[in-house]
């Protein structure tokens, strides 16, 4: 009998796993290590349930909605998640080494170089640009679900997913919480923003569970993964609307103050990597039958 899960469920899975050993080996360090156990205990309960639950005999329409978009709950869950695990577990951060990689590639700290291009109007674009990565993968997911290419599908999720959770490993294993808050004492200007993009990076700011996320830039890495797949996927039309979405992302990352230029970087390798790799897992995580949807 063939698995109900899908590459992308043991994906999940395997990251889940990792996670746990790390908040049992850390648990001295953890006063909440037992709720982080008991909350990836119940994330994967909930990937296997509706796994099994989508494949059964009388699957229908929604059942395989759910179980083909359930990275869409499964990824910030585990993200905040990170935010009780990390700081805990480290003494001190590393946003110092790349302060000095930055400057010495540059010979200046680079977000306080760009305070010469502050302007309102570029401020609220590049702000909605920040934010766009939370729906790019999305968009992909929406178009290929919308026209059935359900190999596409599982194959563009897979890669995009490995991309967000190799991101989170990077932040575990060199956490660093970003200029925004290391190099305020240099800025010599604020961003002029409209409200809207002030009440952005305000929610931004509160919301996130997870500061350490600086090193490797997921949002650059991602999005470019995101792309990528657009174009694997023919879908043009999607890819050349994207295009200058995903352009003007990365550009935010450092003019916004939350990546040094490294991160960036570090993020167009997370791209190539994931782009190398992710085909390869996929056909070792998925079962000799065909893959794509009935």
């Excluded at 999940?12 to 709720?35: E, K, Q, T």
């Amino acid at each position: 009998m063939r698995s109900p899960l899908k590459p992308i469920d043991l994906l999940s899975l395997s990251l889940i796993a990792l996670l746990s050993v790390v908040a049992v080996v850390f648990n001295r360090s953890l006063p909440s290590w037992g709720w982080l156990i008991a909350r990836y205990a119940l994330i994967a309960l909930v990937i296997v349930s509706v796994a099994l639950y989508a494949t059964g005999s009388q699957r229908g329409r929604l059942a395989l909605f759910v179980h083909a978009f359930l990275p869409v709950l499964i990824i910030p869950i585990i993200f905040d998640s990170l935010g009780d695990l990390i700081p805990l577990i480290w003494p001190r951060y590393h946003d110092d080494i790349l302060i000095h990689i930055d400057h010495r590639l540059f010979g200046v700290n680079p977000t306080v170089w760009m305070e010469r291009f502050i302007h309102p109007l570029l401020t609220n674009v590049l702000q909605l640009a920040y934010i766009s990565y939370y729906f790019i993968p999305i968009s992909l997911g929406i178009v290929l679900a919308a026209k059935k290419k359900w190999k596409n599908f599982d194959e563009a999720v897979f890669g995009i997913v490995l991309c967000f959770y190799l991101s989170y490993i990077g932040y575990m294993l060199f956490p660093a919480i970003g200029p925004r808050f290391t190099l305020d004492h240099l800025q010599t200007t604020g961003f002029q923003a409209s409200p809207l993009a002030l009440a952005i990076q305000n929610a931004l700011n509160r919301l996130e569970n997870t500061k350490t996320d600086a090193f490797p830039s997921g949002h650059t890495a991602v999005a470019l993964v995101t792309l990528y797949y657009a174009w694997k996927s023919r879908e043009k039309v999607l890819f050349w609307i994207l295009l200058p979405v995903v352009s003007a992302l990365v550009i935010s990352t450092v003019y916004l103050r939350y990546h040094y230029v490294i991160d960036v970087i570090a993020g167009f390798l997370l791209n190539a990597i994931t782009i190398y790799i992710a085909p390869r897992m996929y056909k070792a995580l998925s079962p000799s039958s065909d893959q794509s949807h009935g």
